[in-house]
């Protein structure tokens, strides 16, 4: 049986009680809230990319090939995945609160293991399982969300979600190359523990459980995944999914293949690069803000969502004419590309809130479902470019017109945008 969705809420106040806390813990501000759990967000960018500035020197401590130190990156990307669609649909059962603790913590206690690790047996197979503990904060950041607030304010808090997640990618590298100036690759992993200690405390202080006994599904584990199993035969809602998904994809193929592009084929220093990747960061951050500003203002959901994937299109097919017409062009490679990523900062929190909204009935299944492709799309994305070549940017182009193409393709066959399901005031 699955239990009814809560009446429509659109402040933190006029949430159901909080009965299922271990010990006391005051209500926070929503501010408190929404920043812990973009806090939470963040978790899986960081420990996927931070230590990347340091795998030349993991191969040579470990003794290690650098397709072998190369999986350990997907071994942690396969456990985001595998754990979100676990965590997620377990959530729906057993309250938020204990899973979100347990996750954290056993991303601190990962990360310790990772910076010790002996061979790379041992840290590839550890990175799997803190892949699987940071799921928690992942997934159920937007569980919790979708608890708390119905109305316009769920999108924009959606949009700062989205906004961590296009920011924390740049800051890691970064943050990583500051780190081995002064220590070696293992302490990029001490810090992670460090990270995920401090948000365990935040966590205590600041996150109550979101989903009391009464709003739980009911009929154990099997009730809770059944939920997951409807939700994936929902038209409108798997459209939704294909579209983050997709969208996802080509901002991964994006990020793995962009410095490639720029700095081999273009020539530019890795600072001139990071300033490029910065300036189109900037861009999905904006397309944030004015996805909130405009919800705000009450333009539709689906409006919104439709306009960005057809961006998105434009700047791909921009991109790909450019390189079969004209060639090479640092400028206009830059141009589409920030057109692109800056339309996918859109994509990203409409169809983040607009699947949310289908899939109310069970917030952390269709958290999981959402976030779980996400990843998965986008680690499966990453890798192609170096596939077909590092010679030209078309394969990059390509794969992301491809990718944004099949996205608008789902929305209009699966989604259906002009029906208007899951705008607020609809569900």
């Not at 501010?31 to 960081?46: D, Q």
């Not at 958290?367 to 077909?388: E, K, R």
Request: glycine letters at 12%; a positive charge.
């Amino acid at each position: 049986m699955v239990s009814p969705p809560p009446s429509p809420s659109s402040s933190p106040s006029r949430s159901a009680p909080d009965t299922d806390l271990p010990s006391p813990v005051a209500k926070p501000s929503v501010a408190a809230l929404v920043a812990v759990l973009g806090s939470l967000t963040a978790v899986a960018p960081l420990a996927t990319d931070m230590y990347v500035p340091g795998f030349p020197s993991m191969g040579d401590a470990l003794g290690a090939s650098g397709s072998a130190v190369q999986l350990t990156m997907t071994a942690f990307l396969a456990g985001l995945v595998v754990g979100q669609l676990v965590i997620g649909p377990l959530s729906d059962g057993l309250g938020r609160r204990r899973l979100l603790m347990s996750g954290v913590t056993g991303f601190v206690l990962l990360s310790l293991l990772c910076a010790v690790a002996p061979n790379i047996g041992l840290l590839t197979a550890t990175r799997f399982l803190q892949g699987v503990a940071g799921a928690a904060g992942t997934v159920l950041a937007r569980a919790i969300l979708t608890d708390r607030f119905q109305g316009a304010e769920l999108p924009r808090y959606f949009a700062v979600l989205s906004q961590v997640l296009g920011v924390a990618p740049i800051v890691a590298p970064v943050l990583g190359g500051a780190i081995l100036t002064v220590s070696t690759w293992r302490a990029v992993f001490v810090v992670l523990a460090v990270l995920g200690a401090l948000l365990l405390l935040a966590v205590l202080r600041a996150v109550p459980e979101s989903l009391p006994p009464e709003r739980r599904q009911r009929g154990g584990m099997a009730s809770t995944f059944r939920a997951m199993g409807t939700l994936l035969t929902r038209r409108a809602f798997m459209g939704y999914v294909f579209a983050l998904a997709l969208s996802a994809a080509a901002l991964f193929t994006y990020i793995s293949g962009s410095s490639f592009v720029f700095e081999n084929l273009h020539g530019v220093s890795s600072t001139t690069y990071s300033l490029i990747f910065a300036t189109n960061a900037l861009g999905m951050l904006l397309a944030g803000a004015l996805f909130s500003r405009l919800v705000g203002r009450g333009v539709r959901l689906n409006t919104l969502l439709s306009g960005a994937v057809c961006v998105a299109v434009l700047g791909g097919l921009a991109q790909v004419v450019l390189v079969v017409l004209v060639g090479e062009t640092l400028a206009g490679t830059w141009a589409t590309l920030f057109v692109t990523v800056s339309a996918i900062g859109m994509v990203f929190p409409a169809s983040m809130s607009i699947g949310q909204a289908l899939g109310r009935v069970a917030p952390g299944a269709a958290s999981a479902l959402l976030g779980g492709l996400q990843f998965l799309f986008g680690a499966l994305a990453s890798p192609l470019v170096g596939l077909f070549g590092e010679g030209s940017s078309l394969p990059m182009a390509l794969i992301m017109l491809i990718s944004v193409t099949t996205a608008g393709v789902a929305l209009v066959c699966l989604a259906r945008p002009w029906r208007g399901e899951g705008e607020p005031g609809r569900g």
